[in-house]
């Protein structure tokens, strides 16, 4: 290959990224609005994107609200909506927050978890679920926030448990990390022992799903979630250079120590606050920057908005499945099934199948 | 003006008695160097003498506990991690990589320190990597996934990272373990002429005497983390302080062609005979040497002579502190030598004599081995060569040989046949032949002179 066509190619690459981003959004847009469709009342198309633009100012005054139901609105507007919002808000964080640990580890085993952040929010959640207390904590529930507490604690506990020195060094976490999180979940073991009549609460919680999200929930988690994507975003070549160990990296111009903490605390932050609403969704976040990493490469500028947006619509479209596959069980459960479970049904075979096709450039 | 701008670029590294520590143990203590843009200095050192730990504290990758390291008379602990960048590149040891980057990413990766945050790549990024990837000849791998390179090529990417910083100081940690012998001297010519024109410092950890002595003007030698010997490579590269450093004999002389310095280790010396037998030789142009070396090591007392100054048995007896009953070069044995040499044959317990080619010069030999006999001492005569083709006298060597056989002297074919009679193990025999070999290899200018003569 020539010179000039190497120079080009990869001059040409940063277009290509922003294509890649844009058809991206697009996609998630469209799922988005499709999504809207999906559910046991049957709302007609135009009906949707008719309600959808009524809430767009400018738009509304060409469209007629007369042939809209407000019951078909109020559907479309404060549960289906909300509920979309949140898997896409979901989706993101944890698949954003596997491509920072994955990055920082230098290790593919780790994913959104591996500080013992869920570890965390689940003893959280069970504490609070086993406590029955309905507090309301500026509108949340305790349950969210009692969550969302128990992660970053567990956080800060595994960061500082492996600390020496000034150093944190990566083996070091990721071992405290698994420590803590069997300690963790012992602790949730054993709530559910005493749980009784709360046990099937906590087991649920545990599975991971958002089936019964409000616009309050999103509005709490959402600044968490954009500020840390955005703000790790601007380490995105500090996590390239990362890749390259830790030694490398200083003596690149890293500082390395601050980088990883900065990143590990805003990948704990955004992990928490998805958890606190949704409870544990295994899969997005360990096997999402995988399978975007197999497909767009190893360059953290573009696998992280690429991961991030592909997570949403991955979750987004795992909550769809989840509706439509227990409409047919409405009468022999009241529950529908957790899109924690679905997350782990459907995407890990097709994981398996990617993995399979595209094994010989992906054996490091 | 002009000079002193020059004078003003030019960039130093001072190290003033630094003292490294892991936990409570010391691996660095008091060490300073001082050196400044155009120096290439040589780290030498056995495994363990701190090389790797003096290096992690110039990247400021250790904090040394005592002492201070200025870059430009800057503290460099007290600068940003960028700043340094700019200045300073380093080759690893180990260059494993987490993700499967394609070599052009990772070139680009060594401007990190010269683009801002939010900057992508420029045009310049771009020029700066193409010239090094041509330099260190990879540009054609530019769009492979580094894990599809072999190992030379991933070191070449390396390397052409670090040269991507367009550092002033580079440090080279073993920077050829992956590399074969022309990619080698490939790799070392290039940075070598980079730090001539480009003014580099560079810094390298050499486990090979012979590449050190290449490329290096100066060098410094460590041992249990302090500096033993510090200077110019002559100064520094001595069999003495070899000997002090890695325990290990060597022989160290200036290369006829490339006229470096070259060093041969020799395989560590038994410290004190442990046999009571002692062994007089009887040799000449190298056909004793490796046989000097080998009864050493059996423990054995060797002595030898006469041999001619400059000869090479003469060369490996001084080598390995034999005595020998020495004449001046290329001349004939006189009296005194003979008589020397005699008294050394009758303080012996055998007398080996080797098949070495026989001239005027050294015909008296022969009449030494024949005094031998007449002591009664065991004579052992290995005529790997048969006679007639060293016999440089016109039949005399071959008769006074000839009598030695009728006298009750051991004939044996070979070195071998001979140690096995003096029962040397197997194992020993065959090093014992790479020795030679290695020596003889070794030697050869010095006989390449005597043939001329």
């Known amino acids: ?364 | 003006m002009q000079h002193e701008r020059v004078v003003a670029n030019l960039v130093f590294l001072n190290v003033d008695g630094v003292e490294c520590r892991y936990g409570s143990v010391k691996v660095l203590e008091d060490v300073s160097l001082s050196v400044k843009g155009g120096d290439f200095v040589g780290i030498l050192g056995p495994n363990g003498s701190g090389k790797t730990t003096l290096l992690k504290s110039i990247s400021r990758s250790l904090k040394p506990h005592k002492g201070t390291i200025l870059l430009n008379e800057a503290d460099i602990y007290s600068l940003k991690s960028v700043d340094v960048a700019k200045q300073m590149a380093v080759v690893p040891q180990d260059t494993s990589i987490g993700f499967n980057f394609a070599a052009l990413d990772i070139v680009l990766m060594g401007r990190n320190p010269h683009m801002k945050r939010f900057q992508m790549e420029s045009e310049k990024d771009m020029a700066v990597a193409r010239k090094v990837m041509n330099l260190t000849n990879i540009w054609h791998l530019a769009e492979r996934p580094i894990n599809e390179l072999s190992g030379g090529e991933k070191q070449r990417v390396i390397i052409a990272r670090a040269l991507a910083q367009e550092p002033k100081i580079l440090l080279l940690d073993e920077p050829l373990t992956h590399l074969d012998i022309v990619n080698q001297l490939e790799i070392m010519d290039l940075i070598k002429d980079l730090c001539v024109k480009e003014k580099l410092i560079v810094l390298a950890v050499f486990h090979d005497f012979n590449l050190a002595a290449r490329y290096c003007k100066s060098a410094i030698m460590l041992k249990d983390g302090k500096i033993f010997s510090a200077g110019s490579l002559a100064e520094v590269l001595t069999s003495e302080n070899i000997k002090g450093v890695f325990n290990v004999d060597a022989i160290v002389n200036k290369h006829l062609v490339t006229n470096s310095i070259f060093v041969i280790p020799l395989s560590p010396q038994k410290a004190c005979p442990s046999r009571e037998c002692s062994i007089h030789l009887i040799c000449g142009a190298g056909t004793g040497a490796s046989l000097m070396k080998i009864l050493l090591d059996e423990g054995y007392c060797v002595t030898a002579g006469v041999l001619n100054v400059l000869d090479t048995d003469f060369e490996t007896a001084q080598f390995l502190k034999i005595p020998v009953a020495t004449e001046a070069p290329f001349s004939s044995i006189t009296e005194k030598t003979h008589k020397a040499n005699l008294t050394m044959i009758s303080k012996a317990g055998i007398v080996v004599l080797t098949s070495v080619p026989f001239g005027y010069a050294n015909l008296q030999n022969l009449e030494a081995a024949l005094d031998a006999l007449e002591r009664e001492i065991p004579l052992f005569v290995i005529e790997e060569v048969p006679v007639e083709k060293r016999d440089f006298t016109g039949g005399k060597a071959k008769a006074l040989l000839t009598e030695l056989k009728s006298k009750g002297a051991m004939f044996v074919k070979s070195q071998n046949e001979l140690l096995s009679i003096l029962n040397v193990s197997g194992e020993k025999l065959k090093t014992a032949r790479e020795e030679r070999a290695k020596l003889l290899d070794h030697l050869k200018p010095v006989k390449f002179i005597k043939k001329i003569k």
């Open chain 1, 1 to 364: 290959m020539s010179t000039d066509e190497v120079e080009s190619t990869f001059f040409r690459r940063t277009s290509r990224w922003k294509l890649i981003v844009l058809l991206l959004v697009l996609a998630l847009i469209i799922t988005v609005i499709v999504s809207l469709n999906v559910g046991y009342a049957q709302i007609p198309f135009p009906d949707i994107l008719g309600i959808l633009g009524k809430q767009i100012p400018f738009l509304d005054r060409f469209i007629d609200s007369s042939l809209i139901s407000s019951q078909n609105e109020a559907i479309v507007l404060e549960v289906r909506l909300p509920r979309i919002i949140a898997g896409v808000l979901i989706g993101a964080a944890l698949a954003a927050a596997g491509v920072l640990y994955q990055g920082v580890f230098k290790n593919p085993m780790a994913d959104s978890y591996v500080l013992g952040v869920s570890a965390g929010a689940a003893v959280g959640a069970s504490v609070s679920i086993l406590s029955g207390i309905g507090f309301v904590f500026f509108e949340l529930r305790l349950v969210q926030v009692a969550a969302f507490i128990g992660a970053l604690s567990a956080m800060f506990l595994v960061y500082n448990l492996s600390r020496v020195g000034s150093r944190v060094p990566v083996t070091t976490l990721l071992l405290c990390g698994i420590a803590v999180n069997f300690f963790l979940f012992a602790v949730v073991g054993l709530l559910e022992i005493i749980a009784a009549n709360r046990l099937h609460d906590i087991v649920f919680w545990l599975m991971g799903g958002y089936s019964n999200v409000y616009w309050k929930d999103i509005w709490a988690i959402l600044p968490f979630i954009i500020i840390g994507i955005v703000t790790a975003y601007f380490y995105a070549r500090d996590l390239n250079l990362l890749a390259m160990g830790e030694e490398t990296a200083h003596h690149l111009g890293v500082n390395v120590e601050r980088s990883k903490q900065i990143l590990l605390v805003l990948a704990s932050l955004i992990t928490a606050a998805a958890v606190s609403v949704c409870g544990l969704i295994g899969f997005v976040g360990l096997m999402i920057p995988h399978l975007t990493r197999l497909v767009i490469g190893p360059d953290h500028r573009i696998l992280l908005p690429t991961s991030t947006i592909i997570g949403a619509i991955f979750l987004v479209l795992c909550d769809d499945l989840a509706r439509v596959l227990s409409t047919p069980f409405v009468s022999v459960s009241t529950r529908e099934w957790p899109v924690g479970i679905i997350t782990m049904l459907f995407g890990a075979p097709f994981f398996i199948f990617l993995l399979k096709k595209k094994k010989q450039s992906y054996a490091a």
